[in-house]
């Protein structure tokens, strides 16, 4: 799809991606954040989410 389109942010512009784990309670932490050039191409983005996964997995 257009990506740059859809998100109604110019090609070359600089968008900031960030991830957070969310938990029971309503809280939050943040993971991990990169700044992305918008582009006309589909892009896969990748983060190491093994240690929230293990923690999940544990029930904590």
Do not use: C, K
Not at 29 to 54: I, K, M, N, Y
């Amino acid at each position: 799809g257009d990506t740059a389109g859809t998100l109604g942010t110019a090609q070359g512009a600089e968008q900031r991606v960030e991830l957070y784990q969310g938990f029971g309670n309503s809280s939050w932490r943040f993971l991990h954040g990169r700044s992305v050039r918008v582009t006309a191409e589909d892009e896969w983005l990748w983060f190491d989410v093994t240690d929230s996964v293990r923690q999940w997995l544990r029930g904590s």
